[in-house]
């Protein structure tokens, strides 16, 4: 990117910004090194329902596993699938936006009526049968979230396209011979890259959501552990009503989705208020 | 007799207005079969005011806009049947409003650097921006501004980054949309200024539209007055201002404020507005608001006729004179 010294520097001075790429690393860096971190969870082990202690630090289960293994081992497939759900739904999304909002015309019209008959779909039963139907996978279940967010982006992308587009420096660069796909590609996708990247986070954050309801709905992939499936093993073993209660059972994966959620969230917002100029001068 | 660098022969735009997907409800008609020619290394000043038509002309000229009928010649050719690229490194525009027409992402440097870069105009980084440099020193900017954002400039720097920008190509004709227009009016006259020693460094033809009269009058060589999308009045500019023959020439003329302390005799003062470019009067198009109209000119579209060398006018008043 052209600008990326000075979007550094006033990307590391926003404290909230900053705090939720903390965060999403953290999340991401356990992901990616869980294997180095813990066991994978599996089989039985012999101490069952313990609380929090050295050796678990989260607890163990109803099968004697360390809940904090697991916890690790979730992390590392729920961002798996936000990466997977977001790269479809960018790969389609974004290049739709630009062109319908870019090329008002008929193509213009087709993309966006396209675009409003999946918005009007309803995603949670659609989400189900299409996970019924292709199979407990998390692939699967990255690919369904990528396909049901990608509406939204695109629609978010071509509204902005369609400000930036009537403005009078892309006419300028028609003027100066700056072909149509520089034009989408980069005069118009540097001015809405702060929008479609706080979405893009925010794409992130639901395929989180969107997976631990899948999960907890028994779709998701049983032999791969993530947040929503140990809701749902929590779930399924009555660990929310029991007395006394195994809260660190439910609790972690819980407050895990809400960090992950909130990360992306700051993150996005950071991006967004660094991405314009004019909130950078001091 | 001085050779035609451009010729625009009976150039027409007509945008479809519809309020409905399938349902046409009219056309404005933003410019009438308009013709002129411009001459090597002249500055054309057109003026209208809001609504008749000039920003447009100056678009389809570019081609930015496709005519809905007409011809723009250049060197043989109609441009409207040529690639794109023809036209693109001859012909420059700036435009109105310094504040939207530079890309507020991109630093003025860069932006300046992306035509040269695009037309191979030079080739690598290092090369372009040593051209960049020298445009930044030739608008009389610092070369250190390369690495700036557009909002850390004031409007008539802008101007100059966007003046900038378009020499880069080294056009020979500059299509200038009411570029001073914008701007307070010391800085306009800088802008002018600058132009003005632009067009003698690099033998530059300028079509220079606005809306200020004072302005074109400063500027131009030959001026061209516009009155809903058509030629009312072409002539050079002392001839003009000297002998004014058009009615809406000379309230146009009249109503320059002269910085002078004594009573002005006269000021012709127009009532009214310009009418809807969405149902055109039937005979001539100033007649509504026109103080020497007669019973024809309701009925009696004037022709645009030479009344005298070189100096057209659309007026029942003037016979035609040198054409019979």
Known sequence: MIESRTFREAF????????????????????????????????????????????YPLGSDSMGLDIFAEVIWGSRSSFYISLMAVAVASLIGIPAGLISGYYKGWIGEVIDGTVDIFLTLPTLPLMIIIAAVMGPSITNVAIVIGLLAWPSLARITRNATLKISEMQFIEAARSLGINSKAILFKHIFLNIAGPVLVNLTLVMATAVLAESGLSFLGLGDPTTWSWGTILKK?????????????????????????????????????????LNPKNRED | MKEAYLKVKNLTKHFPISNSLFRRTGFVHAVNQVSFELYQSETLGIVGESGSGKSTLGRVIMKLIQPTAGEVIYKGKNIFNEPEATIRRDMQMVFQDPYASLNPRMKVGDAIAEPLLAHHIVTGRKEAREKVCDLLHTVGLQPEMYNNFPHEFSGGQRQRISIARALGMAPKLLVCDEAASALDVSVQAQILNLFNNLKNGMDLTYLFISHDLAVVKYISSRILIMYLGEVMELADT????????????????????????????????????????????????????????????????????EVAPQHYVRCLLYPNQAGG
């Open chain 2, 238 to 305: 002392e001839e003009l201002f000297s002998k004014p023959l058009h009615p809406y020439t000379q309230a146009l003329i009249s109503a320059i404020p002269e910085p002078s302390t004594r009573r002005r005799k006269e000021r012709i003062l127009l009532e009214g507005d310009i009418p809807s470019s969405i149902n055109l009067p039937e005979g001539c198009k100033f007649q509504s608001r026109c103080f020497k109209a007669m019973p024809e000119c309701v009925y009696t579209h004037p022709p645009l006729s």
């Open chain 1, 12 to 55: 590391f001075r926003n404290r909230l910004a900053v705090l939720g790429l903390i965060g999403v690393v953290l999340i991401a860096l356990t992901g990616i090194l869980a294997p180095i971190l813990r066991e994978y969870p599996s089989g039985y082990g012999s101490e069952l329902y313990n609380q929090p202690s050295a050796k």
């Open chain 1, 234 to 274: 929590a779930w399924d073993a009555g660990a929310i009503i029991d007395t006394p209660n195994p809260w660190w059972w439910w609790l972690s994966p819980s407050l895990f989705i809400t960090l992950y959620v909130v990360c992306f969230n700051m993150l996005g917002t950071g991006i967004n208020d660094t």
